[in-house]
């Protein structure tokens, strides 16, 4: 071995991640001045290896603010600050990675159909904030971004959509060096965040690759970033880009946001995310919980002598007879109609000439059966005899009786009104993908399909069916085709979550007068909870039909509408935050 070599292989040895190169009590030699801290917004992180006194650490660490999320990492000895606080304190189950940034290999693909850069407005600032809502994290707070855009500490990068200058995905980067003279030279990456409604593939990766970029061209020696330890898309990704496990460990607080992670599996764990987004509201108001079906979504919220079983937003204050009314397209139809409310022209199907008739007249159809939910079932914007024939079928699959019901075109409004007052309302947008000129159709479908299901637990896929197949042949495709790069294809006419549909907040932009006629709705069927499914040519305007009304509407992806909360309120009102408390 030269003598290069063996420079190298020290090198290599004095980076290893054994014990000895991990002790992060600090030399005789070193001086690192004050603890130190960084205000990221959402919390504080603290340098544990800059705190002497574990006492002092454990005691910073529960000065916490309300409502913030501090974390304390590169501690040498977590064991022993968690010792001075044992009740308020937890080891937080997140792995450690670092990326030695002199090893790191460039990408020379470029993003398709979106762009990375640096936050530069007050605007940004608050879609930051919204996609970070929308994930379930602690928001650092609009103003607190943009008071930030110039620190030499906190540098945000954003992921901007090339089509409508949206932005789809976020990423923190902190400068060790900047922060307190680190005399690792390091940085580290914090909250990323990226829409789980992005059409586009890489946005992750490409957001990590800027942060890595920037201080790799900073002459940082590494960056280091905490991930739970169950995420194992993102653990994967990680690994892709050379990041390495460290054992450097974290400590948080034990608060309301934090508590999945140290209460261990409980038995509302199997519920599904609109169930879940409930169960969790009535956690944080100290509200008992009896599972009765995780699986089919069944719950019993307690409080003193009060006891309301739960269906997700289901309720037993929504009577039999309320329920039966919108389980019915039907009958809704009447209801409505009879209270004034504009609907489309139906008729239920008697007989394969009969319907002919009817699509002949009309031009286009929807064809669903009576009774469903979920989508399932439905044919939209039919056209000719032998598709509508198909959409019967399908249909009947699902339940004997089966309405055809005039197209109408437009946006697909969702209104949820709780206790006669408008909650939130969304824009519902069907499944579509994005050609890279290299896939197949299939294969965009199926790879959309599994970011949709792990941005939703599970609950948002595109069905590889008949339908999916019709819609793709009348945009003039085959399933095995490439779809050319950047070109979008709608891929089911319908827009349910369900079904690979997308959901965007418009509640903000609500037409009082479409407000007003979802309020009416609810009060002709009677119900305390629904959905009200509109088409509408703008959320703006006042021009609606509604198309049906539903009985258990997901309280989930209404981010950041207060859903649940007014959900809570509606069974528990003695629960209920005062405006004087707020």
Same mark, same amino acid.
Request: charged share 25%; net charge negative.
């Given at each position: 071995?030269?003598?290069?070599?063996?420079?190298?292989?020290?090198?290599?040895?004095?980076?290893?991640?054994?014990?000895?190169?991990?002790?992060?009590?600090?030399?005789?030699?070193?001086?690192?001045?004050?603890?130190?801290?960084?205000?990221?917004?959402?919390?504080?992180?603290?340098?544990?290896?800059?705190?002497?006194?574990?006492?002092?650490?454990?005691?910073?660490?529960?000065?916490?603010?309300?409502?913030?999320?501090?974390?304390?990492?590169?501690?040498?000895?977590?064991?022993?600050?968690?010792?001075?606080?044992?009740?308020?304190?937890?080891?937080?189950?997140?792995?450690?990675?670092?990326?030695?940034?002199?090893?790191?290999?460039?990408?020379?693909?470029?993003?398709?159909?979106?762009?990375?850069?640096?936050?530069?407005?007050?605007?940004?600032?608050?879609?930051?904030?919204?996609?970070?809502?929308?994930?379930?994290?602690?928001?650092?707070?609009?103003?607190?971004?943009?008071?930030?855009?110039?620190?030499?500490?906190?540098?945000?990068?954003?992921?901007?959509?090339?089509?409508?200058?949206?932005?789809?995905?976020?990423?923190?980067? =902190?400068?060790?060096?900047?922060?307190?003279?680190?005399?690792?030279?390091?940085?580290?990456?914090?909250?990323?965040?990226?829409?789980?409604?992005?059409?586009?593939?890489?946005?992750?990766?490409?957001? =990590?690759?800027?942060?890595?970029?920037?201080?790799?061209?900073?002459?940082?020696?590494?960056?280091?970033?905490?991930?739970?330890?169950?995420?194992?898309?993102?653990?994967?990704?990680?690994?892709?880009?050379?990041?390495?496990?460290?054992?450097? /460990?974290?400590?948080?607080?034990?608060?309301? /946001?934090?508590?999945?992670?140290?209460?261990?599996?409980?038995?509302?764990?199997?519920?599904?995310? $609109?169930?879940?987004?409930?169960?969790?509201?009535?956690?944080?108001?100290?509200?008992?919980? %009896?599972?009765?079906?995780?699986?089919?979504? $069944?719950?019993?919220?307690?409080?003193?002598?009060?006891?309301?079983?739960?269906?997700?937003?289901?309720?037993?204050?929504?009577?039999?007879?309320?329920?039966?009314?919108?389980?019915?397209?039907?009958?809704?139809?009447?209801?409505?109609?009879?209270?004034?409310?504009?609907?489309?022209?139906?008729?239920?199907?008697?007989?394969?000439?009969?319907?002919?008739?009817?699509?002949?007249?009309?031009?286009?159809?929807?064809?669903?059966?009576?009774?469903? %939910?979920?989508?399932?079932?439905?044919?939209?914007?039919?056209?000719?005899? %032998?598709?509508?024939?198909?959409?019967?079928?399908?249909?009947?699959?699902?339940?004997?009786?089966?309405?055809?019901?005039?197209?109408?075109?437009?946006?697909?409004?969702?209104?949820?009104?709780?206790?006669?007052?408008?909650?939130?309302?969304?824009?519902?947008?069907?499944?579509?993908?994005?050609?890279?000129?290299?896939?197949?159709?299939?294969?965009?479908?199926?790879?959309?399909?599994?970011?949709?299901?792990?941005?939703?637990?599970?609950?948002?896929?595109?069905?590889?069916?008949?339908?999916?197949?019709?819609?793709?042949?009348?945009?003039?495709?085959?399933?095995?085709?490439?779809?050319?790069?950047?070109?979008?294809?709608?891929?089911?006419?319908?827009?349910?979550?369900?079904?690979?549909?997308?959901?965007?907040?418009?509640?903000?932009?609500?037409?009082?007068?479409?407000?007003?006629?979802?309020?009416?709705?609810?009060?002709?069927?009677?119900?305390?909870?629904?959905?009200?499914?509109?088409?509408?040519?703008?959320?703006?305007?006042?021009?609606?039909?509604?198309? %049906?009304?539903?009985?258990?509407?997901?309280?989930?992806?209404?981010?950041?509408?207060?859903?649940?909360?007014?959900?809570?309120?509606?069974?528990?009102?003695?629960?209920?935050?005062?405006?004087?408390?707020?």
């Amino acid at each position: 071995m030269n003598t290069k070599d063996r420079i190298h292989h020290r090198l290599e040895r004095s980076r290893a991640p054994s014990v000895k190169n991990w002790d992060r009590r600090p030399r005789a030699d070193q001086e690192l001045g004050e603890s130190a801290t960084v205000d990221c917004g959402w919390g504080r992180l603290l340098f544990g290896q800059t705190f002497t006194d574990p006492m002092v650490l454990a005691a910073a660490l529960q000065d916490e603010r309300p409502g913030k999320r501090d974390v304390a990492l590169y501690l040498s000895d977590p064991h022993v600050v968690l010792s001075y606080a044992p009740q308020d304190l937890f080891l937080d189950p997140s792995h450690t990675f670092r990326l030695w940034l002199e090893r790191y290999q460039s990408c020379q693909r470029r993003p398709k159909g979106f762009q990375i850069r640096l936050l530069n407005s007050r605007a940004d600032a608050e879609a930051i904030q919204r996609l970070y809502i929308a994930r379930g994290m602690v928001p650092p707070g609009a103003d607190f971004i943009w008071d930030h855009r110039t620190s030499k500490v906190l540098t945000y990068w954003v992921a901007e959509d090339d089509q409508d200058g949206s932005l789809l995905g976020v990423v923190t980067g =902190v400068d060790h060096a900047a922060a307190f003279d680190d005399p690792e030279n390091g940085a580290s990456l914090w909250a990323l965040s990226v829409d789980g409604q992005a059409p586009y593939p890489g946005i992750g990766e490409a957001l =990590v690759r800027q942060v890595i970029e920037y201080f790799l061209a900073r002459g940082r020696s590494f960056l280091d970033l905490s991930v739970i330890h169950d995420n194992a898309n993102a653990i994967r990704l990680y690994q892709k880009l050379g990041f390495e496990r460290i054992p450097a /460990f974290a400590l948080k607080n034990k608060n309301a /946001f934090n508590e999945p992670l140290f209460m261990g599996r409980q038995p509302e764990g199997d519920l599904n995310p $609109y169930a879940s987004i409930i169960v969790n509201e009535a956690r944080r108001r100290g509200i008992g919980i %009896e599972v009765i079906d995780a699986s089919a979504g $069944y719950f019993a919220l307690v409080l003193g002598g009060r006891r309301i079983v739960c269906r997700e937003s289901l309720s037993e204050l929504t009577s039999a007879v309320a329920m039966s009314r919108c389980d019915d397209k039907a009958v809704t139809h009447r209801l409505l109609r009879h209270a004034g409310l504009r609907v489309p022209e139906q008729a239920r199907f008697e007989a394969l000439d009969q319907a002919e008739a009817f699509l002949s007249r009309l031009g286009s159809l929807v064809v669903k059966p009576a009774r469903g %939910e979920q989508g399932a079932g439905i044919s939209v914007d039919v056209r000719d005899a %032998e598709t509508l024939e198909r959409a019967i079928a399908a249909a009947k699959g699902v339940c004997e009786t089966v309405i055809l019901e005039e197209y109408v075109e437009g946006d697909d409004l969702r209104i949820v009104v709780i206790d006669s007052q408008v909650v939130a309302a969304a824009i519902r947008r069907p499944a579509q993908i994005v050609g890279t000129g290299q896939h197949s159709i299939r294969d965009l479908i199926q790879a959309q399909s599994r970011r949709r299901r792990a941005a939703t637990g599970g609950e948002s896929a595109i069905p590889m069916d008949s339908e999916t197949e019709r819609c793709v042949t009348q945009a003039g495709y085959d399933l095995d085709d490439l779809l050319p790069e950047g070109e979008f294809l709608q891929v089911r006419k319908t827009a349910n979550l369900h079904t690979g549909g997308t959901i965007h907040d418009v509640t903000a932009d609500l037409h009082p007068r479409l407000a007003e006629a979802a309020i009416a709705a609810a009060r002709a069927i009677d119900i305390p909870v629904t959905g009200l499914d509109m088409i509408v040519p703008s959320v703006g305007g006042t021009d609606y039909v509604i198309i %049906e009304a539903n009985e258990r509407p997901g309280l989930a992806n209404h981010e950041p509408q207060p859903t649940a909360e007014r959900f809570v309120d509606l069974l528990f009102p003695q629960t209920a935050a005062r405006e004087d408390d707020t």
